[in-house]
């Protein structure tokens, strides 16, 4: 069952919500809220994603997936996706109601990609509000609720838009042998992994610009991580253009994207709006 719910991906998101909280100042209790109401979120997400797609999964045999290998049910993941949903919501609302509206859109954005929007040219869209409301999430989980900065809210935006492609490159073959038809599917593998890595070193350009404007003092840390952004991505588009898919190439969008969330967990309290 825990693999069902794509334990990797929801506990990264959770870990980073938590450290973003803790830097912007939320308190003790209420860091522990905000994690577990991430965490019951993403969980949601993750056994919806493997409920929703149970026949597509079989069809394609994929040994990696429990439901198509026979080590768990698709009602009893299912009955997990619901239960996540029921847990996350009451946890969000402890938060404050603004808190609870921007974490709740972001858990429904996640469920309508399952749903529907990954078969689509919009399926990027969920990926850019789920990521987008995260730093927002966090500053309204403050006892005083304030708002996210706005360039917070956009490096996540192309954060979670260059993680879309990242996630679904390496699936791209089987998802193709079911009809799925999203953004990447419609763009093909090598301008999918250039817009990755434009995505992440874009969003590397912006935190860099926002940290050094509101907080001089880490402006050498902005510095170098533009830098490594940018390289990263030259290197990462230089492999994409001129040779085959390699596991490498996976590996660097990966590397980019973790620039980008040390910029913003770097950020701490300037993440907060005034």
């Keep these: ?65 429990p439901i198509a290998s026979g080590l768990v049910s698709r009602s009893a993941v299912r009955r997990a996706a619901i239960a996540a949903v029921v847990v996350a919501v009451p946890l969000s609302l402890l938060l404050g109601p603004l808190a609870a509206l921007v974490n709740i859109i972001g858990i429904a954005s996640g469920w309508s990609y399952n749903a529907w929007l990954k078969r689509t040219p919009a399926s990027g869209v969920p990926y850019l509000v789920t990521f987008g409301t995260l730093p927002l999430f966090v500053t309204l989980s403050l006892s005083e609720p304030r708002p996210a900065v706005w360039w917070a809210i956009v490096v996540g935006a192309l954060l979670g838009f260059g993680a879309h492609f990242a996630n679904v490159l390496p699936d791209l073959d089987d998802d193709a042998r079911t009809g799925v038809r999203g953004l990447p599917h419609i763009l093909g593998r090598r301008p999918s992994s250039v817009v990755a890595f434009a995505s992440l070193a874009i969003a590397s350009l912006v935190a860099s610009i926002g940290i050094g404007s ?3 003092g880490l402006i050498v840390v902005a510095v170098i991580g533009l830098v490594a952004g940018v390289v990263i991505a030259i290197a990462g588009i230089t492999l994409a253009l001129t040779r085959p898919p390699t596991r490498l190439l996976f590996q660097l969008i990966i590397a980019s994207a973790v620039v980008d969330v040390v910029l913003l967990t770097t950020a701490g309290s300037s993440l907060v709006g005034r």
């Excluded at 949601?44 to 045999?61: L, M, T």
Aim: aromatic share 2%.
């Design 214 to 216: 509101v907080a001089p």
């Design 1 to 65: 069952m825990i693999s069902a719910s794509h334990p990797g991906p929801a506990v990264a998101v959770t870990l980073v919500t938590v450290i973003l909280a803790a830097g912007v100042g939320v308190d003790t209790a209420r860091i522990v809220l905000v994690g577990a109401a991430m965490l019951a979120g993403q969980l949601s997400i993750g056994w919806s994603n493997d409920w929703i797609d149970a026949d597509r999964d079989v069809a394609v045999a994929r040994a990696d997936k």
